[in-house]
C-alpha cells in the first residue's frame, strides 16, 4: 500500500503545484506594467473664461475668412494649377507626406504583432539527367527525369502578458499623429509663404 500511495501522493503535489502556477499566470497576464499617461492639469486665470470680456473666446465659424486655399476667390484656373503644381511638386511636403506614411506604416506593422503571424511556402523543381552520364551503364532503366516538391508553413503568436506590444501600439500611434502635424504644418506654411510672395 505504502508503494502505491507515495506515488499518488507526488502526482497530486504535482497537479496542485501546475494549477497553482497556472492560476498564478492567468492573474499576471492582465497586468499592466506601463504607467497611466496623465496629462498636465492647467489652472486657467478667472480672466480666460472665454467670454466676451476674456482674452479666449468661443470660436465662431465665419465664411467670409480667408481659407488655406484662398486663392480660388480668384476664380483664375492658371492660378489654381501653378498653386497645384506648386504643392504637388514641393519636396518639403514630399518629405513630409513619406515620414507620415511611413509612421502610419509602422503602427500598423506594431498592430500586427497582437494578432497570430501565419506563413507558407511551396516550391518544385524538375531535373533532366543525361542518359550518358558517368556510372549510369549502357542497359540501365534508371531515371531520366527527377523531381521534387518542397512545403512549408509555421504560425506564430506571442500573447501579450505584460502589454509591452499594446504599448508599442499606441507609441507608433502618437508618432503617426506627429508627423501627420507635422506634414499639416508644412503644408500650411508653404502656402503662407506662397500668400506673402504674391
Known amino acids: 500500500m505504502t508503494g502505491r500511495a507515495a506515488p499518488l501522493r507526488l502526482n497530486l503535489r504535482l497537479k496542485r503545484s501546475f494549477l497553482v502556477g497556472l492560476s498564478l499566470a492567468t492573474m499576471l497576464s492582465g497586468c499592466d506594467m506601463a504607467p497611466r499617461y496623465n496629462p498636465t492639469k492647467l489652472t486657467m486665470p478667472a480672466e480666460w473664461e472665454g467670454q466676451s470680456h476674456g482674452v479666449l473666446q468661443s470660436a465662431r465659424p465665419a465664411d467670409d475668412a480667408i481659407r488655406p486655399d484662398w486663392w480660388t476667390m480668384l476664380g483664375d484656373p492658371e492660378l489654381n494649377r501653378l498653386e497645384e503644381q506648386a504643392m504637388r511638386l514641393n519636396p518639403d511636403l514630399q518629405a513630409r507626406a513619406e515620414a507620415f506614411m511611413q509612421a502610419r506604416d509602422v503602427a500598423m506593422e506594431a498592430k500586427s504583432h497582437l494578432y497570430p503571424q501565419v506563413t507558407g511556402g511551396a516550391g518544385g523543381a524538375k531535373y533532366k539527367g543525361s542518359?550518358?552520364?558517368?556510372?549510369?551503364?549502357?542497359?540501365?532503366?534508371?531515371?531520366?527525369?527527377?523531381?521534387?516538391?518542397?512545403?512549408?508553413?509555421?504560425?506564430?503568436?506571442?500573447?501579450?502578458?505584460?502589454?509591452?506590444?499594446?504599448?508599442?501600439?499606441?507609441?507608433?500611434?502618437?508618432?503617426?499623429?506627429?508627423?501627420?502635424?507635422?506634414?499639416?504644418?508644412?503644408?500650411?506654411?508653404?502656402?503662407?509663404?506662397?500668400?506673402?510672395?504674391?
Open 131 to 198: 542518359r550518358h552520364r558517368l556510372w549510369r551503364g549502357a542497359g540501365s532503366q534508371g531515371p531520366v527525369y527527377m523531381s521534387s516538391e518542397q512545403y512549408s508553413g509555421t504560425a506564430t503568436w506571442e500573447p501579450d502578458f505584460w502589454s509591452a506590444i499594446r504599448n508599442k501600439v499606441r507609441m507608433a500611434k502618437q508618432g503617426t499623429q506627429a508627423e501627420a502635424a507635422a506634414y499639416a504644418l508644412a503644408k500650411l506654411s508653404s502656402r503662407r509663404n506662397s500668400r506673402v510672395i504674391m
